[in-house]
């Protein structure tokens, strides 16, 4: 298992990696934007980011954005950056996870691990292979959505929380119901803001809008697809 560690200060960076390497994960550095972008777009196999917000020639964001151009690897930002903001801004950009500075190295890895299996358990729908959700095209074999033609590109957790949605169409659907399968064992460490900007984005991908109602807000439970 690779991990990519964005960090420019070289002390947390060094620490991070031995205690990753210590759990059996091999580690590729980088202390810059332009570093990490080259490794990224160099076709290196990379299963999960570890990417730092503020760096000497750019931001985690611009290589959170990069990321996504080609791959839906989990991502977590390790950032001194605490606030609502910085969290939204981040998750809307695309990443999995965001941890404050300074942060424990055992709450990281259960993190990491939590994403990591999340990422490859599938939601399992029986006797469908494309599901038409308003004028999108899920094809449930391939993990691929349409819409006019077009793939829409979705990070592993809002392919899976639409795969909820899906499962449970017509349903009215409680946001602890949907956090508690989203982020299973790791829940405590989810601030429950975490899926309205899942939801919205999702939203937005798939065209949802105030005519549409596609995915509807239950107020005071959670939602429905209809």
Not at 61 to 78: A, N, V
Not at 93 to 110: N, S, T, V
Not at 183 to 211: I, M, Q
Request: aromatic share 6%; with cysteine.
């Amino acid at each position: 298992m690779t991990v990519l560690v964005v960090e420019d200060d070289e002390i947390i960076s060094e620490g991070l990696s031995i205690s990753l390497e210590q759990e059996g994960y091999q580690v590729l550095k980088a202390t810059t934007q332009a570093q990490a972008i080259k490794l990224i777009q160099s076709d290196t196999a990379i299963d999960i980011s570890l990417l730092d917000v503020n760096l000497p020639d750019g931001d985690g964001y611009t290589i959170c954005k990069e990321i996504r151009k080609k791959s839906q690897m989990p991502i977590i930002f390790l950032t001194a950056c605490d606030d609502e903001i910085h969290t939204v801004l981040a998750l809307e950009q695309g990443a999995d996870d965001y941890i404050a500075k300074p942060f424990r190295i055992r709450e990281l890895l259960a993190r990491m691990k939590a994403i990591l299996r999340r990422s490859g358990n599938a939601v399992v729908l029986q006797d469908a292979s494309v599901v038409n959700v308003g004028d999108a095209q899920v094809n449930i074999n391939t993990a691929k959505v349409y819409r006019a033609n077009e793939e829409i590109v979705l990070t592993a957790m809002e392919y899976k929380l639409l795969l909820i949605f899906i499962q449970h169409r017509g349903e009215i659907i409680s946001r602890q119901q949907i956090l508690s399968r989203i982020w299973d064992d790791a829940g405590d460490f989810v601030n429950d803001n975490t899926l309205s900007v899942y939801v919205k984005r999702l939203r937005k991908k798939l065209g949802d809008s105030e005519e549409s109602q596609l995915i509807q807000t239950v107020r005071g439970i959670g939602y429905r697809m209809d």
